[in-house]
C-alpha cells in the first residue's frame, strides 16, 4: 500500500513540475493522468494494487470533481465576467430555470415509475452538468 501512495506522490510531483510545459501543448493533464493510470494499472505494468468499493471511488470522485470545479471557477477572469454581466445573469435566471423544467419533462416521459419529487430532483441535479457540456 505504501509503494502505491509512493507512486502517485512522486508522479504528481513530477507532473507538477512539467505542468506548465504541458498546458501549452495539445496534451491535456487528464490525458496524462490517464495514461499513467493505464500504464501502472492492471492494463500496464501492473505496478499498482488499489482495491477499493463502491463508496470509495464514489468519494474519490466526488472529491475530484469538487476539485476540478473549483480551479475552473479560480481561473475565471473577473474583469470579463463584470463586462459581460448579462450573459452569466441570463444564463443563471431564464436559461437554468427553462434547462430544469425542460430536464423535468423529458423526465416524466422516460421514468415513469419515479414520483415527481425524484424526477424534479433529478432534473435540478443534472441541469448544471449540462450547462458545463455546452
Known amino acids: 500500500m505504501y509503494l502505491d501512495i509512493v507512486i502517485l506522490a512522486v508522479f504528481t510531483f513530477f507532473y507538477s513540475t512539467v505542468a506548465g510545459a504541458i498546458e501549452r501543448t495539445w496534451i491535456s493533464g487528464a490525458i496524462v493522468f490517464t495514461a499513467f493510470g493505464l500504464l501502472i494499472g ?67 416521459l422516460f421514468f415513469p415509475k419515479l414520483s415527481l419529487l425524484e424526477i424534479a430532483l433529478l432534473a435540478t441535479m443534472l441541469a448544471p452538468t449540462d450547462a458545463a457540456l455546452g
Open 42 to 108: 492492471p492494463v500496464g505494468l501492473d505496478l499498482i494494487s488499489f482495491k477499493a468499493d463502491g463508496e470509495t471511488i464514489r468519494t474519490l470522485a466526488e472529491l475530484t470533481l469538487a476539485l476540478v470545479l473549483f480551479t475552473d471557477a479560480a481561473g475565471a477572469d473577473l474583469v470579463v465576467l463584470r463586462k459581460m454581466r448579462a450573459l452569466p445573469t441570463r444564463l443563471l435566471l431564464i436559461g437554468l430555470p427553462m434547462t430544469i423544467l425542460l430536464g423535468f419533462g423529458v423526465a416524466v
